[in-house]
């Protein structure tokens, strides 16, 4: 079945360093789409970027990711981080059925 | 600030007890998802619909839980028997689409089960 997997649990970078969060997926379907998801603390989710195009960068305040459905990876960057861009971040994956899987989410500590 | 209405915000129920969550989706989005977010911030796809028909559902909903989205009513998610397990936060999310499009959250209820 579909999955998403995300292997950072949590990582802690010092301001200013560059970010780049891990996300891997699994799917049969030959044309998924993939999201990041940022979730601040006491908030709800909400979308940071979408991609359904391979080898395409996408773009969000500040931060990028690319589809690669040669490695099915959907990496997200981003060249500083800022102590604004603690939260977690998750990963997902509409393959091939009507559900959106969602990885088991990065904790993104930025410290001063 | 959402514009998906969820409702209540914190729910408290003994074990056994049966435990109701509303949703309104956004105007004009016809898919609604509910998933539960576990105390590790694991999410857990429970079930979808589109318009008032169920798209998919996970086995754990096929059992203790329901939901439904009736015609010009909120959704809701009920669960019959509470279990300690069951404490989580529930999220629901509507969308214009089942598997393109973004889904737009909820601030989600808070289920406590004693």
């Known amino acids: 079945g579909d999955s998403v997997t995300q292997t950072e649990g949590l990582v802690t970078l010092t301001e200013g360093l560059p970010v780049m969060l891990n996300c891997t997926y699994q799917?049969?379907?030959?044309?998924?789409?993939l999201f990041w998801y940022v979730q601040h603390l006491n908030e709800s989710p909400r979308l940071l970027l979408k991609?359904?195009?391979?080898?395409k960068r996408t773009e969000h305040q500040g931060f990028h990711a690319t589809l690669h459905k040669s490695s099915s990876s959907f990496h997200l960057q981003k060249s500083s981080a800022q102590l604004s861009d603690s939260a977690l971040y998750y990963c997902?994956?509409?393959?091939?059925?009507?559900?959106?899987?969602f990885g088991d989410g990065t904790q993104l500590v930025v410290k001063p | 600030n959402s514009k998906v209405i969820q409702t209540p915000r914190y729910l408290v129920k003994g074990q056994g007890q049966k435990a109701k969550m509303r949703c309104i989706p956004e105007?004009?989005?016809?898919?609604v998802f509910w998933y539960q977010q576990n105390k590790n911030n694991e999410f857990k796809f429970l079930i979808n619909?589109?318009?008032?028909?169920?798209?998919?559902q996970i086995d754990m909903t096929e059992k203790r839980f329901s939901a439904e989205c009736p015609s010009n009513s909120p959704c809701s998610l009920e669960i019959q028997s509470s279990e300690a397990g069951d404490s989580a936060l529930y999220l629901c999310?509507?969308?214009?689409?089942?598997?393109?499009?973004?889904?737009?959250f909820g601030e989600g209820s808070k289920l406590t089960v004693l």
């Open positions: 105007k004009g989005h016809p898919v």
């Open positions: 991609s359904f195009t391979d080898n």
């Open positions: 619909f589109q318009n008032q028909e169920v798209l998919q």
């Open positions: 997902a994956l509409s393959g091939s059925n009507n559900r959106i899987f």
């Open positions: 999310a509507s969308s214009s689409t089942a598997n393109t499009g973004q889904l737009y």
């Open positions: 799917t049969i379907y030959s044309n998924p789409f």
